[in-house]
């Protein structure tokens, strides 16, 4: 974009900037998310089994920023009701929370289903529920069983059809009353950032090989419980299944890098996106070209990306009722230089493309070390997905800043208030259909690898208070206002900045 078109459509972007186009379309959905391992605490309490992020946790200490752990976290498992009277006074549309697998299913298999397990979820959606509130429910959010870990985990291929018996009995308790779940959490983190980097649970590097078994059993997983659903839940319950990825939206640093990026966009989401979500299924073409010289390169036979058997491709192909987004941040990518050999999150395999991934100067950073701020990526990765896979429902299942403690939150609204703005405008400008939005999240909570210490929640907790005591920030306030008029507030709003090339 030239500096004459970047004036003009700044001003016309602006001469359109009225208080109509900051209100939300009718019956856009706005909700929170928290996720089992984050919040509930109980890590042993009544037959709950272990997980993989119990024992990554105790037995290394070290590896989270304060030392701590999950064992209490919100204590959400025994204040819960605390949890739903915030989401009443957010005004939630939606409640999106999680299912702790060991919890349900103590040995993982569904031999023995925990009576307690099965009662804390099924009081928490009929209570969300007696508020006119929806329970939005994801089924996997990291924490696996520690047995089914000590089989391999997600890189043993078995695992989706572990995966699959557990969602027949998540469905079966929990189907007449959940109309909006979410199969598996994040498989790029789960997979990628966790195998390339040996941090997360669990601490296994693996970056040539587990990654990608990882890739493949997790799309497996994802979509044998889909059409478990399909076939056997929507006859009765008529709901809507769908994963929830993570995007990292990437910009080329010079229009030299163009390609580059949109085989680094093919990487981040493309890989878990084009096998469902494409018209034809399977990995990414490009992908699977570049996976395939760069394992042979490294001595490999052939690609360490697992082939999809034709009939994997159809099994995996077109299991969705919706586009489930989770958007934080951002990144600039180059080609590398001769002998570079840097690799950056989220692309741990950044030399495998050739590229190089940085930071735009002017992009803030927060308080978690791999969040850039940049509202216009939000909008920009919405308008890729709506070309590569036409104009589905989506909704944002994941959005919010990281920040340090605090009441007075004023970041985290300029946050909120700039990406829901771009949102609007990927609505309203480029007929985008985005059909609900999640803050993530409803109350600070156990943020992974920082522990407590970085703090993301609408609510602070108070961990030295054995209540956990919750109270509002500003931006739980600015969420409720938001809720209420439908529309964002005009006056603090900044205009558009539309000058990226
Ligand atoms: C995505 C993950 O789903 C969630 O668990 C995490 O807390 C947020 N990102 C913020 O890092």
Same mark, same amino acid.
């Given at each position: 974009?030239?500096?004459?078109?970047?004036?003009v459509?700044?001003?016309?972007?602006?001469?359109?900037?009225?208080?109509?186009?900051?209100?939300f379309?009718?019956?856009?959905m706005?909700?929170?998310?928290?996720?089992?391992?984050?919040?509930?605490?109980?890590?042993?309490v009544?037959?709950k089994?272990?997980?993989?992020?119990?024992?990554?946790?105790?037995?290394?200490?070290? *590896?989270?920023?304060?030392?701590?752990?999950?064992d209490?976290?919100?204590?959400?498992?025994h204040?819960?009701?605390?949890?739903?009277?915030?989401?009443?006074?957010?005004?939630?549309?939606?409640?999106?929370?999680?299912?702790?697998?060991?919890?349900?299913?103590?040995?993982?298999?569904?031999?023995?289903?925990?009576?307690?397990?099965?009662?804390?979820?099924?009081?928490?959606?009929?209570?969300?529920?007696?508020?006119?509130?929806?329970?939005?429910?994801?089924?996997y959010?990291?924490?696996?069983?520690?047995?089914?870990?000590?089989?391999?985990?997600?890189?043993?291929?078995?695992?989706?059809?572990?995966?699959?018996?557990?969602?027949?009995?998540?469905?079966?308790?929990?189907?007449?009353?959940?109309?909006?779940?979410?199969?598996?959490?994040e498989?790029?983190?789960?997979?990628?950032?966790?195998?390339?980097?040996?941090?997360?649970?669990?601490?296994?590097m693996?970056?040539?090989?587990g990654?990608?078994?990882?890739?493949?059993?997790?799309?497996?997983?994802?979509?044998?419980?889909?059409?478990?659903y399909?076939?056997?839940?929507?006859?009765?319950?008529?709901? *809507?299944?769908?994963?929830?990825?993570?995007h990292?939206?990437?910009?080329?640093?010079?229009?030299?890098d163009?390609?580059?990026?949109?085989?680094?966009?093919?990487?981040?989401?493309? *890989?878990?996106?084009?096998?469902i979500?494409?018209?034809?299924?399977?990995?990414?073409?490009?992908?699977?070209?570049?996976?395939?010289?760069?394992s042979?390169?490294?001595?490999?036979k052939?690609?360490?990306?697992?082939?999809?058997?034709?009939?994997?491709?159809?099994?995996?192909?077109?299991?969705?009722?919706?586009?489930?987004?989770n958007?934080?941040?951002?990144?600039?990518?180059?080609?590398?230089k001769?002998?570079?050999?840097?690799t950056?999150?989220?692309?741990?395999?950044?030399?495998?493309?050739?590229?190089?991934?940085?930071?735009?100067?002017?992009?803030p950073?927060?308080?978690?070390?791999?969040?850039?701020?940049?509202?216009?990526?939000?909008?920009?990765?919405?308008?890729?997905?709506? *070309?590569?896979?036409?104009?589905?429902?989506?909704?944002?299942?994941?959005?919010?800043?990281?920040?340090?403690?605090?009441?007075?939150?004023?970041?985290?609204?300029?946050?909120?208030?700039?990406?829901?703005?771009?949102?609007l405008?990927?609505?309203?400008?480029?007929?985008?259909?985005?059909?609900?939005?999640?803050?993530?999240?409803?109350?600070?909570?156990?943020?992974?690898?920082?522990?407590?210490a970085?703090?993301?929640?609408?609510?602070?907790?108070?961990?030295?208070?054995?209540?956990?005591?919750?109270?509002?920030?500003?931006?739980?306030?600015?969420?409720?206002?938001?809720?209420?008029?439908?529309?964002?507030?005009?006056?603090?709003?900044?205009?558009?900045?539309?000058?990226?090339?």
């Open positions: 974009m030239d500096w004459f078109q970047t004036v459509l700044s001003t016309v972007l602006s001469a359109s900037w009225s208080a109509e186009d900051l209100t379309p009718p019956g856009f706005f909700g929170a998310a928290t996720a089992a391992y984050q919040v509930e605490g109980a890590w042993n009544s037959d089994g272990e997980s993989a992020w119990d024992r990554y946790t105790h037995e290394h200490p070290e *590896k989270i920023k304060d030392h701590s752990n999950g209490i976290a919100c204590d959400s498992y204040l819960w009701r605390r949890d739903i009277e915030m989401a009443v006074e957010l005004g939630l549309h939606f409640y999106r929370f999680s299912i702790s697998w060991p919890r349900l299913l103590p040995s993982g298999y569904p031999n023995y289903i925990s009576e307690d397990g099965k009662n804390y979820y099924s009081n928490l959606i009929d209570g969300l529920l007696e508020k006119g509130i929806e329970p939005f429910v994801t089924m959010h990291w924490d696996l069983p520690q047995s089914l870990q000590d089989l391999g985990g997600w890189t043993n291929p078995l695992v989706a059809d572990w995966f699959y018996d557990y969602a027949r009995v998540v469905f079966t308790l929990y189907g007449d009353r959940v109309k909006w779940w979410l199969t598996i959490n498989p790029l983190v789960m997979c990628d950032f966790v195998y390339n980097n040996g941090i997360l649970a669990p601490p296994i693996s970056p040539e090989l990654a990608y078994l990882c890739s493949k059993n997790v799309l497996v997983a994802h979509a044998k419980a889909w059409r478990l399909d076939e056997e839940f929507r006859p009765k319950y008529n709901g *809507k299944v769908s994963v929830a990825n993570h990292v939206w990437f910009d080329p640093l010079t229009p030299d163009a390609e580059l990026a949109e085989l680094a966009r093919e990487d981040c989401v493309g *890989k878990y996106t084009h096998p979500f494409s018209t034809t299924g399977g990995w990414p073409p490009s992908i699977e070209k570049v996976m395939e010289e760069v042979l390169k490294r001595g490999y052939s690609s360490s990306l697992p082939a999809f058997t034709p009939e994997e491709i159809a099994l995996v192909r077109g299991t969705y009722d919706f586009y489930a987004m958007h934080y941040t951002s990144r600039l990518i180059r080609k590398a001769e002998g570079e050999t840097f950056a999150w989220p692309l741990g395999d950044a030399v495998d493309l050739g590229g190089i991934v940085q930071r735009r100067a002017d992009w950073l927060s308080t978690s070390f791999w969040f850039y701020v940049y509202p216009e990526g939000i909008r920009r990765q919405l308008v890729w997905l709506r *070309k590569q896979y036409g104009n589905l429902e989506f909704v944002i299942t994941e959005n919010g800043l990281s920040t340090y403690a605090g009441l007075d939150d004023q970041d985290r609204i300029d946050y909120y208030k700039n990406y829901l703005r771009q949102i405008l990927a609505i309203k400008e480029d007929g985008v259909n985005v059909t609900g939005y999640t803050a993530w999240t409803l109350m600070d909570n156990f943020e992974w690898m920082d522990g407590y970085t703090k993301l929640g609408l609510y602070e907790v108070d961990y030295l208070d054995p209540q956990r005591k919750r109270t509002p920030r500003a931006s739980a306030r600015f969420y409720a206002d938001l809720i209420k008029k439908h529309a964002l507030d005009s006056v603090t709003v900044a205009p558009p900045n539309v000058t990226i090339v």
